[in-house]
């Protein structure tokens, strides 16, 4: 029998341990236009400012949106037409339920009122709510897919979780914190996390947004106002941001939430049965 060289050893031994050294790396996602990172911008709360400042300021960079309405909010009321013409020219309309309904246990949670308090409404009762947010905005957008922003990321309503109850009639559904997403492959469609930016420079938000191209994978911000009304990030730190993503095309794709998502579900095989009328063809 022939003895092994020295040379024929090292080759041997590389080749046994390459597995090995690959196995903890990530593939890179493949976003439809060669991107490094998906970038979605949403908006809670169907806020004035979200008409006056958001929507004028994401068309001049040629972005559309994802604008999540409590069906109860005052604009809804006073300024439909504008919410509808906005899903027509692009923007997606979202869940965000009917009464905005939060638990009113929490730390700092003062201002839940106690008739719209998660605590002591149930489980069906909010689904039930849910699905009727739903039929409200396709009277006003005319479309039949849809994604659910959780209002406050609670889940529970009077110790049972009412989002399982509603999950499968949604595209995605925005739940948990953390503005970047850590793996796409392994990403739960119904709790892809957000990060809520409020007071920040456009700085601190072009980092998320670079922190998601570094990672190839996508970057979930959740806004209220902008340069007014609450939990606001001024006019400037938003601009700033677009305009960084604006100049860098090439890096991130930006896009509203469901067209964002009908793409990672189609991408990683998951079952578009439930939910999902509208989905979109992926390359």
Same mark, same amino acid.
């Given at each position: ?22 196995? =903890? ?10 991107? $490094?990172?998906?970038?979605? /911008? ?18 001049? #960079? ?9 069906? *109860? ?22 869940? #965000? ?46 479309? *039949? ?10 889940? &529970? ?5 009412? &989002? ?15 503005? &970047?997403?850590?793996? @796409? ?39 209220? =106002?902008?340069? =007014? ?12 941001? /677009?305009?960084?993503?604006? $100049?860098?095309?090439? @890096? ?8 964002? @998502?009908?793409? &990672?579900?189609? $991408?990683? =095989?998951?079952?578009? *049965? ?10």
């Amino acid at each position: 029998m022939k003895a092994i060289g020295p040379m024929s050893m090292l080759l041997f031994a590389t080749v046994l341990a390459a597995p090995f050294a690959t196995a =903890g790396e990530r593939e890179p996602f493949h976003w439809p236009g060669g991107q $490094r990172a998906a970038v979605s /911008l949403a908006y809670d709360d169907a806020l004035d400012s979200q008409l006056d400042n958001a929507i004028p300021a994401l068309e001049r #960079h040629g972005f559309r949106a994802s604008f999540y309405l409590p069906l *109860s909010a005052d604009t809804l009321r006073t300024r439909l037409p504008e919410w509808r013409a906005a899903a027509a020219r692009g923007h997606e309309l979202g869940n #965000h339920t009917l009464f905005h309904q939060c638990s009113g246990s929490g730390e700092g949670r003062d201002w839940v009122e106690p008739r719209r308090d998660l605590d002591t409404t149930t489980a069906a009762q909010m689904a039930d709510q849910v699905r009727l947010a739903n039929a409200m905005l396709g009277a006003i957008d005319g479309r *039949s897919a849809r994604t659910l922003a959780v209002p406050c990321g609670d889940a &529970v309503a009077d110790g049972a979780d009412y &989002v399982e109850l509603v999950e499968r009639e949604f595209v995605a559904i925005r739940l948990g914190h953390g503005a &970047v997403v850590e793996d @796409m492959a392994m990403l739960d469609p119904y709790a892809v996390s957000v990060d809520t930016p409020a007071d920040v420079t456009g700085a601190q938000l072009i980092a998320i947004v670079e922190d998601a191209a570094r990672q190839d994978t996508m970057a979930n911000l959740t806004f209220h =106002g902008v340069g =007014g009304d609450y939990l606001a990030v001024s006019n400037e730190a938003h601009e700033a941001l /677009l305009d960084h993503l604006a $100049r860098h095309p090439d @890096m991130y794709w930006v896009a509203p939430f469901i067209e964002i @998502m009908q793409y &990672v579900r189609r $991408r990683n =095989g998951i079952d578009d *049965s439930a939910g999902q009328r509208d989905l979109k063809q992926v390359p």
